[in-house]
T-cell receptor, first 111, second 116 residues
Framework: RKEVEQDPGPFNVPEGATVAFNCTYS??????FFWYRQDCRKEPKLLMS???SGNEDGRFTAQLNRASQYISLLIRDSKLSDSATYLC????????????FGAGTTVTVRA | DTAVSQTPKYLVTQMGNDKSIKCEQN?????MYWYKQDSKKFLKIMFS???????INETVPNRFSPKSPDKAHLNLHINSLELGDSAVYFC???????????????FGPGTRLTVT
C-alpha cells in the first residue's frame, strides 16, 4: 500500500464552484500534514499546513480525520487561477520521518 | 530576493557525462533536500542534509553524490549520466524536524535534466 494516495482526477469545475477531494495516508502515527500546489512545469508551493482541528485560509479549507486516516481540501468559489495539481504530503513512519508526497489531484477550473 | 535558488534551470547533456546542480537558500533554514520528479510526476526524496550532515540517503545509485559546504548550500553531482536520469530535480529547505513534527519545505524552481 502506498504511503499517500490521492484521486488523480481531473476535477473539472466551473468558476465559482466548490470542489473537494481527499487524500488517504497509511501511517497512523503521522504528525505532519500539508497541501502543496504545483503548476505545470513549476515547483511545488506550500498551500497550507493541516492541523488537527482543521484550518481555513481564505477560500481553502483543510480537514484532518485521524480515525479514517485522510485529509481533505475544499476550495470554495473556484477561480481560474486555482487550476493546478494539488499534492498531499504526510510524514512517513521511517526513522528519518521524511515527507511522502502523493501523486497529486489535478483541478481544472473553466470559465 | 529568491528564497531557494537552483542552477542551472535546464541541463541537456549526453550519456556518460558528469554534471552538477547547485542550490542555495536564504531562508535561514538548517535542513536542505534533493528531490527527483520523474515523468510520472512522483516526487521522491533523494537526500537530506541538516547543518551539513547527511540525514536522509535514499536508495539512489552512488553515481549521485550530494555535498553541503554550509547549511545554506547543497549541491548534487551526477557521474556517468544515464538516460533514466532524465527528470526534474528540485532542491528544498526547511527548519529542522522536531521529533515527529516536520516543518514546511520550500522548493527551488527545479533543474530540468535531459540526458540524450
Amino acid at each position: 500500500r502506498k504511503e499517500v494516495e490521492q484521486d488523480p482526477g481531473p476535477f473539472n469545475v466551473p468558476e465559482g464552484a466548490t470542489v473537494a477531494f481527499n487524500c488517504t495516508y497509511s501511517n497512523s502515527a503521522s504528525q505532519s500534514f500539508f497541501w502543496y500546489r504545483q503548476d505545470c512545469r513549476k515547483e511545488p508551493k506550500l498551500l497550507m499546513s493541516v492541523y488537527s482541528s482543521g484550518n481555513e485560509d481564505g477560500r481553502f479549507t483543510a480537514q484532518l480525520n485521524r480515525a479514517s486516516q485522510y485529509i481533505s481540501l475544499l476550495i470554495r468559489d473556484s477561480k481560474l487561477s486555482d487550476s493546478a495539481t494539488y499534492l498531499c504530503v504526510v510524514n512517513a513512519l521511517t526513522a528519518d520521518y521524511k515527507l511522502s508526497f502523493g501523486a497529486g489531484t489535478t483541478v481544472t477550473v473553466r470559465a | 530576493d529568491t528564497a531557494v535558488s537552483q542552477t542551472p534551470k535546464y541541463l541537456v547533456t549526453q550519456m556518460g557525462n558528469d554534471k552538477s546542480i547547485k542550490c542555495e537558500q536564504n531562508l535561514g533554514h538548517d535542513t536542505m533536500y534533493w528531490y527527483k520528479q520523474d515523468s510520472k510526476k512522483f516526487l521522491k526524496i533523494m537526500f537530506s542534509y541538516n547543518n551539513k550532515e547527511l540525514i536522509i540517503n535514499e536508495t539512489v545509485p552512488n553515481r549521485f553524490s550530494p555535498k553541503s559546504p554550509d547549511k545554506a548550500h547543497l549541491n548534487l553531482h551526477i557521474n556517468s549520466l544515464e538516460l533514466g536520469d532524465s527528470a526534474v530535480y528540485f532542491c528544498a529547505s526547511s527548519h529542522a524536524r522536531q521529533g515527529r513534527l516536520n516543518y514546511e519545505q520550500y522548493f527551488g524552481p527545479g533543474t530540468r535534466l535531459t540526458v540524450t
